[in-house]
């Protein structure tokens, strides 16, 4: 890899190449864009095979839209959501095709799809931790980004997209309604009951392994914000002046 091509571009410069000049621009594109497509068709997926069908059909599309485009054109795309938005409908009519004509599909591509989003979270997000020596810590942030990675595909396609979108690739609420072509009142809503779906489905797998597991996830509950059922243990209260205080207790 050359030494301009291992300089990553900010969207407006990638843009700007694009209208200079469309050959050497989509090349930065494909370097730049590649793998990230990818991860986002494996996390839409399952399969690393569709994501794989997916990246480069994304691509392929890009490029004859490009081609036909002016090069002031060019320079105006907002590139984050303009692909996610030609992947997001690749990934969706291969659904839709997908369910008029159902096949056999192999639960070990499934799970080595769910496996290896983790290991590309883990790649992207945890070098560091292997960097200080820290391989437990390495290792579980792997095992839950793997589970969290399962649960997505346990989402409806249309929450599914969003959660990926917005807490995933960090894009906006009015950039995700770009890519679904969706009111923002409607991609908020998708946000909201996909988080919601995929905590209840994490707690029900706690739950199946265990009083430790539930555990877990109470705690993990906790650290989110959200509310344990079990209550504190009463603690003993003494008569004060003002209705409602609590002196504090006695040692």
Same mark, same amino acid.
């Given at each position: 890899?050359?030494r301009a091509?291992?300089?990553p571009?900010?969207?407006?410069?990638?843009?700007?190449?694009?209208?200079?000049?469309?050959?050497?621009?989509?090349?930065?594109?494909?370097?730049?864009?590649?793998?990230?497509?990818?991860?986002?068709?494996?996390?839409?997926?399952?399969?690393?095979?569709?994501?794989?069908?997916?990246?480069?059909e994304?691509?392929?599309?890009?490029?004859?839209?490009?081609?036909?485009?002016?090069?002031? !054109? &060019? %320079?105006?795309? #907002?590139?984050?959501p303009?692909?996610?938005?030609?992947?997001?409908? @690749?990934? /969706?009519? =291969?659904?839709?095709?997908?369910?008029?004509?159902?096949?056999?599909s192999?639960d070990?591509?499934?799970?080595?799809?769910a496996?290896?989003?983790?290991?590309?979270?883990?790649?992207?997000?945890?070098?560091?931790d292997?960097?200080?020596?820290e391989?437990?810590?390495a290792?579980?942030r792997?095992?839950?980004m793997?589970?969290?990675?399962?649960?997505l595909?346990?989402?409806?396609?249309?929450?599914?997209?969003?959660?990926i979108?917005?807490?995933?690739?960090?894009?906006?609420?009015?950039?995700?309604?770009?890519?679904?072509?969706?009111?923002?009142?409607t991609?908020?809503?998708?946000?909201?009951r996909?988080?919601? !779906? &995929? %905590?209840?489905? #994490?707690?029900?797998?706690?739950?199946?392994?265990?009083?430790?597991? @539930?555990? /877990?996830? =109470?705690?993990?509950?906790?650290?989110?914000?959200?509310?344990?059922r079990?209550r504190?243990p009463?603690?003993?209260?003494?008569?004060?002046?003002e209705?409602?205080?609590?002196?504090?207790?006695?040692?």
């Amino acid at each position: 890899m050359n030494r301009a091509m291992s300089a990553p571009l900010c969207d407006e410069a990638l843009a700007a190449t694009l209208a200079d000049d469309l050959g050497a621009g989509f090349e930065r594109l494909v370097w730049a864009w590649s793998d990230r497509l990818y991860a986002f068709a494996l996390r839409m997926t399952g399969s690393p095979r569709e994501a794989e069908e997916l990246a480069q059909e994304t691509l392929t599309r890009a490029w004859r839209a490009l081609s036909g485009y002016a090069p002031e !054109r &060019r %320079r105006a795309l #907002r590139l984050r959501p303009w692909l996610f938005q030609i992947a997001a409908n @690749l990934a /969706r009519n =291969r659904a839709r095709s997908a369910r008029r004509s159902p096949t056999i599909s192999l639960d070990g591509e499934i799970q080595q799809g769910a496996e290896e989003q983790g290991s590309v979270s883990l790649a992207e997000r945890l070098a560091d931790d292997d960097a200080l020596g820290e391989p437990e810590r390495a290792l579980a942030r792997e095992q839950r980004m793997a589970e969290l990675a399962a649960l997505l595909l346990t989402l409806p396609e249309s929450q599914r997209v969003v959660v990926i979108l917005r807490h995933v690739e960090g894009l906006g609420y009015a950039a995700i309604a770009e890519v679904t072509g969706e009111p923002v009142g409607t991609v908020k809503s998708h946000a909201s009951r996909g988080v919601a !779906r &995929r %905590r209840r489905a #994490r707690e029900g797998v706690r739950a199946a392994e265990g009083p430790e597991g @539930l555990g /877990r996830a =109470r705690g993990a509950g906790r650290a989110c914000g959200g509310r344990s059922r079990k209550r504190a243990p009463p603690r003993r209260r003494r008569y004060c002046d003002e209705p409602g205080e609590q002196l504090p207790r006695e040692r």
